[in-house]
């Protein structure tokens, strides 16, 4: 069961809201929409993210954990719900379970490029347990990448409502 099944619900900062560069969903109900929204398709907002970035969306909705892994440098950081994973091999064994295992697909809704980092907001879906979960799922991913690799990412239970 990922992580994030069962958890207390994790305010994301406000700042997001109102961060420079960002992209939404143009599916997403009109009131659930910020004022002046620049609106893309689900595929346009991940080729518009970092390389790393975009590769570790589509390595995870194609199931592809060799694909995945390439997208860390070997001492990563995931934090997955409050829980860390250091290292490819705790990476490995994190995404091998909680990803691939359950076959979890993301909708990307909205990205944010802020100072240097991707944040990505989706509707997540996949096999695992979903009771007591809203739908949809929104998680918020939260990489910073160096180069061509991704060095930390921070995954949280998003309440915006997206």
């Known amino acids: 069961m990922p992580a994030f099944a069962g958890?207390?619900?994790?305010?994301?900062?406000?700042?997001?809201?109102?961060?420079?560069?960002w992209n939404e969903d143009?599916?997403?109900?009109?009131?659930?929409?910020?004022?002046?929204?620049?609106?893309?398709?689900a595929d346009e907002?991940?080729?518009?993210?970092?390389?790393?970035v975009a590769a570790y969306i589509r390595a995870?909705?194609?199931c592809d954990?060799?694909?995945?892994?390439?997208?860390?440098v070997d001492d990563a950081l995931v934090n997955d719900q409050l829980v860390d994973y250091w290292g490819k091999a705790a990476i490995a064994?994190?995404?091998?379970?909680d990803v691939i295992g359950e076959r979890l697909t993301l909708k990307v809704v909205k990205t944010v490029q802020h100072y240097g980092h991707s944040i990505v907001t989706a509707h997540a879906d996949g096999l695992f347990d979903k009771r007591?979960?809203?739908n949809p799922l929104v998680l918020a991913f939260y990489f910073s990448s160096c180069g061509d690799k991704i060095v930390q990412l921070i995954i949280l239970r998003n309440q915006s409502g997206i």
């Open 45 to 52: 907002m991940i080729a518009g993210l970092p390389p790393p």
């Open 60 to 62: 995870g909705n194609l």
């Open 132 to 134: 007591g979960l809203p």
């Open 26 to 41: 143009p599916s997403l109900a009109d009131e659930q929409r910020d004022s002046g929204a620049q609106t893309a398709s």
């Open 65 to 72: 954990l060799d694909a995945l892994l390439a997208t860390f």
């Open 93 to 97: 064994a994190w995404a091998a379970r």
């Open 7 to 21: 958890m207390t619900p994790t305010l994301v900062p406000r700042k997001m809201q109102n961060a420079p560069k």
